[in-house]
Every structure is written in C-alpha cells, then in structure tokens.
C-alpha cells in the first residue's frame, strides 16, 4: 500500500495566489482529514470528511480556504488568495470509520507527508 | 469543542532514563487517545493509543495511562533511546463522532548520549 498521497511536497508562491494541495487516500478508507501544522499553532483540523461529505469544517480559518472531494480516491485543499500567514505544513490523513449508526470506535489516522507550503 | 493540554513542551533526558508526557482533556465524552510521534521534517505517526475502557496499555517501552475521573492521560518511556527524540503529541476523540482528534500542543523530547 502506498500510504496517503499529497502534491506537491513543496510550493511556493507569491501572496494573492491561488494555492491547490491535493491529497489521495489509502484505498478502503472512507474519512479523509486535512490539518495545519504550524511552530505558532501546533496540528490544527481543518477539516474533515466521510464518505465524501464535508463533516466538520469549523477550523478552516475564513473564506480564502475551501475543500472539496469529489470521489473516495481525491481530495483538494485550496487558498485563494493566498497570504503569508497560510505558510504551514498541510498534512492530509485518512481512516476508516465503519458505518454502523451505533458509536463506532476510532481508528487509526494515516497522516500523509505533507505539504509545505511557503506564500511569499 | 475539546480542548487538549499537553506538558511539558520540552522534554531532555539522559538515554536510558524514563520520559513521562501529561495530559489533559476538557471533553467527559472523548474516549479514544492516541500518541503520535512525529520526527524532525516528517509526518506524524501512531506509536500507541488507549480506549476510555482501559486504564493502561503497554507496548514494550511504551506505555500509556488513563484517568477517566480526571481527564487525563500520560505516555510514559522507558529505557530512552536518542532514536527516540522527537515531538510527540497526545490527542483526544469521541471516536463516534467521526474520529475528529483534537491534539495537544506537542513535546519535544530530546535524549542525550
């Protein structure tokens, strides 16, 4: 199994662009995670989805950041405009939650390399 | 939301010694808390986890403890080793909420020859 995929690993780019980060999970997983990991802020939840369906996005800061997943296998994470204060490492992460309605137990999150991500 | 608190933030210890890592959750209803380690330029990876039904586990150098009644957790290292440094984190879950984890500040643990 070739664990999370993220693109690209590394991005820079100038303040007021646009940024996508891309992310693909471990195959059979059905939540998908995206965190912010800076020195200031430790590992922030963005954002969160299952089965396809945003569940949670409380911790995206404002409206210059969205998410989408458009099938099990893909996920986009994009800042538009982009500004200094978006640089962080962008992990993305996945598990799998079974669908019983009764209170399912956690799993382990699979965290993926990253992004890094520097706004010049 | 659950709110997570993690002590100390850096940690040095001679190899060999034990590292303890506390913390703390706001949430009577989290019931899942994994540790992740996490080294210098790399991502974050499981190294233990306790559920809300257990008060210890034990993972060969690595164990965990858990205080329902107090909300609080800690990880506990034996025998240190200097491949061992690294920041750890604990974070907390409902668990059947949609396995959202809330994660404490981090530690940065340092194991000295």
């Known amino acids: 199994d070739a664990g999370v995929i993220q693109s690209p690993r590394h991005e820079v780019t100038e303040m007021g662009q646009e940024v996508t980060l891309r992310c693909k999970p471990i195959?059979?997983?059905?939540?998908l995670f995206w965190y912010r990991q800076t020195m200031m802020r430790g590992l922030e939840l963005l954002i969160y989805f299952n089965n396809n369906v945003p569940i949670d996005d409380s911790g995206m800061p404002e409206d210059r950041f969205s998410a989408k997943m458009p099938n099990a296998s893909f996920s986009t994470l994009k800042i538009q405009p982009s500004e200094p204060r978006d640089s962080a490492v962008y992990f993305c992460?996945?598990?799998?939650?079974?669908?019983?309605?009764?209170?399912?137990?956690?799993?382990?999150?699979?965290f993926g390399p990253g992004t890094r991500l520097t706004v010049l | 939301g659950e709110n997570v608190e993690q002590h100390p933030s850096t940690l040095s210890v001679q190899e060999g010694d034990s590292a303890v890592i506390k913390c703390t959750y706001s949430d009577s209803a989290s019931n899942y808390f994994p540790w992740y380690k996490q080294e210098l330029g790399k991502r974050p990876q499981l190294i233990i986890d306790i559920r809300s039904n257990v008060g210890e586990k034990k993972d060969q150098r690595i164990a965990v403890t858990l205080n329902k009644t107090a909300k609080h957790f800690s990880l506990h290292i034996t025998e240190t080793q200097p491949e061992d440094s690294a920041v750890y984190f604990c974070?907390?879950?409902?668990?059947?909420?949609?396995?959202?984890?809330?994660f404490g500040t981090g530690t940065q643990l340092k194991v000295e020859l």
């Open positions: 195959s059979g997983h059905n939540s």
């Open positions: 992460a996945s598990n799998f939650r079974p669908r019983s309605a009764v209170a399912t137990r956690a799993n382990e999150q699979f």
């Open positions: 974070a907390a879950s409902r668990g059947g909420g949609g396995n959202k984890l809330t």
